[in-house]
């Protein structure tokens, strides 16, 4: 091949590829907009007590994030996510699961003893990927990117790695793609 075909088709080829990567990218940001950076980085979506639907609470006495106290945490989902499971059974791709932690407040009231939600003891989000994003970034694999947030800390997380800090409590329930689904009364059809 002549040298001047063989540069045009180096070029050509350098320009597909590189407009594939930019276009993969562009449609790679509406990935978990405002909660997931290009970079893999999580933070909490301010909007989640407002804008998602809450799929169900626990009360955990004895709470380790609680100091010993009764906990409750409350777990939400964007509206879309809950659509999408209600279907198919399974979380769509940049699904976002947000377990909010309080300490609970429990006092006799005319229904007996009751716990409420007082102060916030943080933030656990969970977003789904399918298509193993971030390899060798250490808050994502499973299929899930994993993150803590302290209160008032909500775009720095503190967890650094998912496997040692998130992943061995959650594989009691690997068979539904590590989430207590059972408990989110919300997500059943
Ligand atoms: C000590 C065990 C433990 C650790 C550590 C833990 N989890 Fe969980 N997580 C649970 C349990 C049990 C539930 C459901 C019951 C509850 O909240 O009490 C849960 C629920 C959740 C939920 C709500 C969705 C669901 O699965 O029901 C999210 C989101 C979550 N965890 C994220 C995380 C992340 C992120 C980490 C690591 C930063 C983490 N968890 C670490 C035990 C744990």
Redesign the pocket.
Known sequence: MPKLKVLTLVLFTGILVATGAAIAQMTDKSFARGVVSADGAISLPSNFRTDYVMLGA?S?AGD?DTGGGV?L?V?YAPRGVVDVYRKTGKFPDGAV???ELFKGKTETLTTGEATSAADQAGY???VKDTKGRFPGNPLWGDGWG???FEPGQITNTV?KD?KA??L???EP?RSTD????Y??PVLKP
């Open positions: 626990w955990v380790a906990g945490h777990v699961l947000v377990k656990f989000v969970m994993w993150a803590f967890t998912y800090e998130c061995a409590c959650h329930v590590l989430i207590y689904d408990a989110y």
